[in-house]
């Protein structure tokens, strides 16, 4: 007769899973989990290799669900007992398992601890095989147990004095390798542990060492012993990550400080591995371990890329001094280590799209650069340090420039850029010829001279041009009234809005709007 029941979860939801997973001390209560699946069609391969006493399943779920699984089950495994999760919605698929034999259901809104253990304990009852002892306990937690329900969030549900006799020695460090930009996970994994258990072998008496359950990019473990012993580890720590640098150079080592409460370890491992294993975007290639007291110091204030001033730098063909801002920019983000990589990403994407989009304001052509941007999206994205980042930026500056060279506006006079500039700011004001010239303290001949020469077009021309694009952005992108649409960009004179819009798009504004629906 065996006296541990072993129990599979099957359900979608990953929640679920880890609720039920550390609602109950199972192994104290004589259960133990031996599996979980996301799915029906995982779970069958699950159970034909555990052979589990009792599934735990849910009802609605891809692929097979709930009341097939639970068919399938007693057809080919008529001893294993299945319990079904289901939401109130779901009560009559409820009543299709019991037709399938199952052995009892739980409301997932009212799952709670003592609900489930009963409902374990009664069909654990129904197996043969299986005699539970009344009130049997294993008298201590499960170090594996306990890691896996610190590591999810949860609080150790033993009392200290149970947790303390786990571990033979009152400090705890987490070391080990973020893989994150690394070659396959697993290819690298099991070498990585073998180095691991090698260099903990001269360490044996002095230290107790356990492998955290963590995502597939990285191998952390726990490392348990006396305060003093620290120092006397730091050779060997070093050396290997030295060792497998050299021949995985995308791998980061990560050793965190000491703390003696194993209870801060969900705290620990973010605030003392994630965290830190993030800064190695930033630091030197070179820089093989990471330990906080080791960092460098950042002295200046976080950087901040002031968007509003390198887009004014641009709106007056200030092409340098643009440049130069985000170079004064980029310089200062790649040694603040603590920046957040996401977003120091995302801004270096969003500083390419907003200078595309100026330059072509400016009448550049930026055919090459609106090819050529997904590429430069995607290599800064996946990136896997901040120079690489870098360098795409400073392709497409060049690749920039290039446009800006072979564009007609290359030479343009500078004050054209200016009022080219005030025109795209001020297009649904009642402007002139009149009122630009003597914003600018032109004589109006001479801009109406200098528009044309330049521009190839007159100045009301080119005005009407802008006005009437941004209403066709308008008629696409809201709902907003054709005579509203027509004032907010310019036009007093709905009629005569129109006639300008037909001219320029070849349609009316309402059939540009029809058009546009129906694609």
């Not at 400080?257 to 630091?283: H, N, P, T």
């Not at 500083?351 to 052509?365: D, H, P, Q, S, Y």
């Not at 907010?488 to 300008?500: E, I, L, N, P, R």
């Amino acid at each position: 007769m065996e006296a541990t029941c072993h129990v599979v979860i099957v359900d979608d939801e990953v929640l679920v899973r880890q609720g039920i997973k550390h609602l109950l001390q199972w192994e104290q209560e004589g259960f133990l989990i031996v599996g979980e699946a996301s799915n029906g069609q995982e779970a069958l391969k699950l159970i034909e290799q555990l052979q589990p006493h009792i599934v735990i399943t849910d009802i609605v779920m891809p692929q097979i669900d709930g009341v097939e699984l639970t068919s399938l089950i007693k057809e080919r495994y008529p001893d294993i007992e299945v319990i079904v999760l289901s939401s109130f919605s779901e009560f009559h698929y409820v009543r299709d398992t019991f037709q399938k034999g199952v052995a009892d259901y739980i409301l997932k809104p009212k799952l709670e601890a003592e609900q489930l253990l009963t409902i374990l304990k009664r069909t654990a009852q129904r197996i043969p095989s299986l005699r539970l002892a009344e009130g049997e306990r294993s008298g201590q937690p499960n170090v594996s147990t306990l890691l896996d329900r610190l590591m999810s969030g949860y609080d150790a549900a033993d009392s200290q004095t149970d947790i303390q006799q786990l571990f033979a020695y009152p400090s705890f460090r987490l070391f080990g390798a973020d893989l994150k930009y690394g070659r396959t996970h697993a290819a690298i994994k099991e070498q990585l542990l073998q180095r691991l258990n090698e260099m903990f072998a001269p360490f044996m008496h002095q230290l107790q060492h356990h492998l955290l359950p963590t995502e597939e990019s990285a191998v952390v473990v726990l490392l348990n012993s006396s305060e003093a012993q620290w120092e006397s580890m730091m050779p060997a720590i070093r050396a290997l990550s030295n060792s497998v640098r050299l021949q995985e150079q995308h791998v980061a080592w990560v050793l965190g400080d000491s703390f003696r409460s194993i209870a801060q370890l969900y705290e620990q491992y973010y605030e003392q591995f994630v965290k830190l294993a993030a800064y190695r975007y930033f630091l030197p290639r070179d820089k093989t371990l990471i330990i906080r007291h080791e960092l460098p110091k950042l002295i200046e204030q976080e950087p901040e890329f002031n968007m509003s001033l390198f887009m004014e730098q641009l709106q007056q063909r200030r092409l340098e001094e643009a440049i130069e801002i985000l170079h004064h920019y980029m310089a200062a983000a790649a040694s603040y280590y603590t920046l957040d990589v996401f977003a120091f990403k995302s801004l270096l994407g969003n500083i390419i799209f907003n200078m595309i989009i100026m330059l072509g304001k400016l009448e550049i052509n930026t055919k090459q650069l609106e090819a050529s941007k997904y590429s430069y999206f995607r290599s800064i994205n996946e990136s896997t340090h901040v120079t690489e980042a870098i360098l795409q930026v400073q392709a497409f500056m060049e690749q920039m420039r290039e446009a800006v060279s072979s564009s007609r506006f290359a030479a343009a006079n500078p004050n054209l850029a200016m009022i080219i500039s005030y025109i795209q700011q001020h297009y649904m004001e009642p402007i002139s010829l009149s009122d630009v010239a003597n914003h600018f303290h032109f004589n109006p001949s001479y801009l109406s001279t200098l528009f044309s020469s330049h521009h190839g077009e007159g100045f009301s021309e080119y005005l009407n041009r802008v006005r009437v694009d941004k209403a066709a952005e308008l008629l696409q992108t809201t709902d907003m009234a054709i005579s509203d649409i027509s004032v907010q960009v310019g036009y007093s004179d709905h009629s005569y809005f129109t006639k300008v819009f037909k001219k320029l798009k070849g349609m009316s504004p309402s059939q540009f709007r029809k058009s546009y629906m129906m694609q």
